[in-house]
C-alpha cells in the first residue's frame, strides 16, 4: 500500500454521522492508506455508519456503549480476531445530559456528573488499557477535547471540568504506556456543529464569536480536525506525546477578545 498510514490498522469510535469529527480523522487516515474498523452506539446509528464505512472500506467491529463494558469487551475481541493487534485508537466520544449544557455549572447534579465523567473520561482510559493489550509493538491513541477545559466557556459546564480531566489523563496515560512505545495525545478542536456540539446552549453564538476573534477569522472543519489527527496517528508524530494540541483557528492564543462584535 501506498501513503503515510500504509500498513497501518485503526479502531475508530464515535462516527454518528458524516459531521462526526471522528469522520473526518476516518476520512484522512484512509486516504493515507490506513485499515479502519468502526464502532456505532445502537441501532440508530447503524444504518448511518454503514454506508460511511463502505465509503471508506472499513470494517464495523460491532455496537459500543461505553457504560455497557460487555460491549467493550466484544468490539476488542472482534479486532483481535480481525487483526490479531492494533496500531491506533481514536476516541471521540462524550456526552452529558443537555439539561445541562445550559445555565449554571454549579447547579449540576451528581447523576449527571458521574455519568458525564464516566462516558467522557472513564472510558478513554477504559478504551487505553484495552489497546494496550493489543499494541506489542507501540501504537498511538487520540482523543477531543475543548477548550472549555481550560478556561470557562458559557454553557459548556459539567463538560468542562469532564475535559479537564480527560487532559489530565493524557498526560497520566503517556507515561503508563511511554515504555510500550504507545502515545496518548489529544487534539482541543474548535467549536464544529455536530450532532454533540447541537446539545450545547447557544452554539450557533459560539460559532460566530470563533469566527470573529479567531486568528484565522473562521472556525474550522471536521476535515482539518482529521488532518490533523493523522498526523498524531501516524509515524510522523512518532517523537510526540502526552499533548493537547489546538486545531482551532488559533482562537487559544488570543488574549484580548473583541467586546462589540458585529453580527454577533
Ligand atoms: P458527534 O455527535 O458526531 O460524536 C459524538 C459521539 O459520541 C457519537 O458517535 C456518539 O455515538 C458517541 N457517544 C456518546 N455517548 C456514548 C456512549 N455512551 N458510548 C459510546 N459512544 C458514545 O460529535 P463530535 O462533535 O464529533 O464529538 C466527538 C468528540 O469531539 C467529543 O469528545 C466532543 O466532545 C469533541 N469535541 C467536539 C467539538 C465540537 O464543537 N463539535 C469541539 C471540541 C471537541
Redesign the pocket.
Known amino acids: 500500500g501506498q501513503g503515510l498510514m500504509a500498513g497501518k490498522r485503526g479502531l475508530i ?5 458524516n ?4 469522520y473526518g480523522i476516518a476520512k484522512a487516515c484512509a486516504n493515507q492508506g490506513a485499515e479502519l474498523a468502526l ?3 445502537g441501532d440508530a ?1 447503524k444504518k448511518r455508519v454503514e454506508p460511511l464505512a463502505q465509503e471508506l472500506g472499513a470494517h464495523i467491529v460491532g455496537h ?4 455497557e463494558p460487555e460491549t467493550l469487551n466484544a468490539v476488542f475481541a472482534e479486532v483481535e480476531k480481525l487483526w490479531g493487534r492494533l496500531d491506533f485508537v481514536v476516541h ?4 452529558s445530559d443537555k439539561e445541562e449544557l445550559d445555565g449554571r455549572y454549579v447547579d449540576t447534579t451528581r447523576a449527571n456528573f458521574q455519568r458525564t465523567m464516566e ?2 473520561v472513564f ?1 478513554f482510559t477504559d478504551v487505553a488499557k484495552r489497546a494496550e493489550a493489543l499494541m506489542p509493538d507501540g501504537g498511538s491513541l487520540l ?4 477548550y472549555g477545559a481550560e478556561k470557562v466557556m458559557p454553557h459548556y459546564n459539567v ?1 468542562g471540568v469532564a ?1 479537564a480531566g480527560l487532559e489530565a489523563s493524557v498526560r497520566y496515560l503517556a507515561v503508563d504506556l511511554g515504555g510500550k512505545n504507545i502515545r496518548v495525545n489529544a487534539i ?10 447541537s446539545g450545547i446552549g447557544d452554539f450557533r453564538y459560539i460559532l460566530r464569536w470563533n469566527e470573529y476573534n479567531a486568528p484565522l477569522k473562521r472556525t474550522v472543519t ?1 476535515e482539518e480536525v482529521g488532518d490533523a489527527g493523522m498526523y498524531f496517528l501516524s509515524d510522523l508524530s512518532r517523537g510526540v506525546t502526552g499533548e493537547v494540541h489546538h486545531v482551532d483557528s488559533g482562537y487559544h492564543v488570543v488574549g484580548m477578545k473583541a467586546v462589540d462584535a458585529p453580527d454577533i
Request: proline share 5%; aromatic share 10%; with cysteine.
Open positions: 469510535m464515535g462516527v454518528a454521522n459531521r462526526s469529527i471522528a464502532t456505532y452506539q446509528f459500543c456503549d461505553v457504560t471521540a466520544i462524550a456526552f462516558i467522557s472510558s482523543t477531543l477535547t475543548y463538560m475535559k482541543s478542536a474548535g467549536p464544529i456543529k455536530t450532532l454533540a456540539a471536521p
